[in-house]
């Protein structure tokens, strides 16, 4: 339970939802228990009746009758409202922990992405959460049920003679010994399946976003043998995991059948000996089968906890998290563009490669760099040092003269209008994602100039639904240079003072390239441009171009 600890915030945040379904699941449980004393009060008639050879009172069974029914309802009633408290607030729940842990996602760093995979992030944010959500409603308030149920017939059991309530309540430390027995190895188990359940995400995940690559080389049977694997061991492992739960069932319902033989044996002896009365045994077999369901699911709530316990333990992992990359503005003013490396080196710290040693670079308001070198000379290092995707191991970078950790970190990056090396494109329209790049709405005469200026408008156009074509998953249904031309439309659109361009020019041919650098050098003009390419004609309109070995 101390891993459900961080839930508290929750729980206290959605108090009022919780003392009052609290509150409902003590009303319904008086009500259903107190069927017991009308049903000893029948019995007790039903002999009466029978030992004195009197005639039946119909009227009286039929008010006997209408209690029960009146104290069902009533019972029924406030199960409904129970039921519309706490389970509301595990929803409520969920959907907060959902929003926070996405939030976080968001502030988190290049390499916390490089060390974790995609379908592990998905996994968490929709699995674990989930199981969390399963502790906050279903699991409380079947203990709140049991205690109050424990509690309420304890209460109207020892008001009739103390020594039947023991034997009734005899096996319960037993049942309470497998409990504390099995939970650790619930949770063990239970998170052993999270991590199987993790790695068979992640890799359909990963098969999905290369379903080409794998046609194109017949590796289909490959993959598939491999899901079975992975498949396979999680079915291995659920398989362990339900064993030890199905253990439970069993348990209680032994528990039970002692308990109700022990009502009838020593409670018909209490009679005999006229201690108790016959309604009183009826009572106490109605009151042991209120207990059934309580202590039934007690297996079931202790491995809802143990999951929760399991997953919640994956979601602080992930919230615990600290970016390296930290927001401190000291400096919120527009940015002019002026770019300055000082002595700048840098090491990944996922594979401590360096990619940059003692480098030094200035970088003039509105003037035109290009970059180029060879594979795994830094290149690319520059663009993510630049908007802060990483920051440098050592050395300082200056923006406008001032280290760049200084200005807000919002403000620097959409200033900045970046065209990566691998370009992504979102699940949408061509005009969305063109738009993208702020948040603000742009007219479409913005959106048709920028796409000229990348010199994609001619192509867009040519699809029967123009700027509204959704371009797939990825940008599946466009061709390389395409996507790369509406990523530069994006960078563009929002005319941001500094524009990097990370070999973007890579799959348009000699001709396109010439079309798009000639629009370009228009929208660079009084902009602090970097380009990096592979190709000497791609740096044609740079003021300075250096090379990095």
């Known amino acids: 339970m101390k891993s459900l600890r961080s839930i508290n915030f929750y729980l206290i945040k959605y108090n ?50 209408l209690i ?52 592990d992030l998905m996994n968490r944010i929709s699995e674990d959460v989930g199981k969390v959500r399963m502790y906050t409603g279903p699991a409380i308030m079947y203990v709140i049920n049991t205690f109050a149920t424990v509690t309420i017939v304890l209460v109207f059991m020892l008001s009739i003679n103390w020594q039947l309530t023991l034997l009734v309540f005899a096996p319960l430390p037993v049942l309470s010994f497998v409990i504390y027995k099995v939970s650790d190895l619930i949770n063990k ?11 068979l995400t992640s890799h359909s995940q990963e098969t999905f976003s290369a379903v080409r690559v794998i046609k194109a ?133 996922d594979t401590h490669i ?38 440098v191991s050592s050395g300082e970078i200056l923006i406008d003269g001032a280290p760049i950790k200084k200005h807000d970190l919002s403000t620097l990056r959409k200033s900045i209008g970046y065209v990566p090396q691998e370009v992504f494109l979102f699940s949408d329209t061509i005009k ?4 993208f790049s702020i948040d603000r709405h742009y007219s479409d005469e913005e959106i048709y100039k920028a796409a000229k200026d990348a010199g994609v408008y001619d192509n867009i156009m040519a699809f029967p639904e123009g700027f509204n074509t959704m371009v797939g998953e990825r940008g599946v249904t466009l061709s390389g240079g395409q996507k790369q031309r509406i990523s530069i439309a994006r960078a563009i659109i929002s005319k941001p003072r500094i524009l990097i361009f990370d070999d973007c020019l890579s799959a348009v041919d000699v001709e396109t390239e010439d079309l798009i650098l ?27 171009v250096i090379e990095l070995q």
């Open 16 to 65: 009022r939802r919780l003392l009052s379904g609290a509150l409902f699941v003590v009303l319904s449980t008086v009500f259903s228990i107190y069927q017991g004393v009308i049903v000893r009060n029948a019995t007790n008639e039903i002999v009466r009746l029978i030992s004195t050879h009197t005639a039946v009172n119909s009227y009286v069974f039929i008010k006997f009758g």
């Open 68 to 119: 029960l029914l009146g104290l069902a309802m009533a019972s029924g009633l406030f199960l409904f409202f129970q039921r519309q408290t706490l389970i509301v607030m595990s929803r409520h729940i969920e959907f907060d922990q959902k929003n926070d842990l996405y939030a976080h996602f968001q502030t988190l760093d290049a390499s916390f992405y490089k060390n974790h995979n995609t379908g």
């Open 189 to 199: 188990r239970s998170t052993i399946v999270q991590q199987e359940l993790s790695k």
């Open 217 to 349: 080389y017949a590796r289909e049977e490959h993959y598939t043998g491999e899901l079975e694997k992975l498949n396979a061991d999680y079915k291995k492992q659920n398989l362990k995991l339900t064993l030890v739960e199905a253990f439970f069932q069993p348990v209680m319902v032994l528990m039970v059948g002692i308990s109700v033989i022990a009502t009838v044996w020593y409670g018909g002896h209490l009679v005999v000996s006229k201690t108790i009365e016959v309604g009183n045994i009826t009572e106490f077999i109605v009151y042991v089968y209120k207990l059934t369901w309580p202590f039934a699911s007690l297996g079931w709530v202790t491995s809802l906890i143990q999951r929760a316990s399991a997953s919640q333990v994956r979601i602080d992992e992930l919230l615990n998290y600290k970016s390296a990359i930290q927001n401190t503005p000291e400096i919120t003013a527009p940015i002019k563009g002026r770019v300055e490396f000082k002595n700048v080196s840098f090491t990944y710290p």
């Open 354 to 391: 360096q990619a940059l040693k003692h480098f030094n670079l200035t970088v003039e308001e509105g003037k035109t760099i290009g970059i180029k070198g060879q594979i795994g000379s830094g290149k690319s290092t520059l663009a993510n040092l630049i908007t802060r995707l990483y920051d």
């Open 432 to 435: 969305n994602n063109i738009a």
């Open 518 to 544: 000639t629009n370009l050098k228009t929208v660079m003009k009084n902009k602090t441009s970097i380009i990096i390419s592979h190709r000497d004609s791609a740096l044609r309109y740079a003021d300075m």
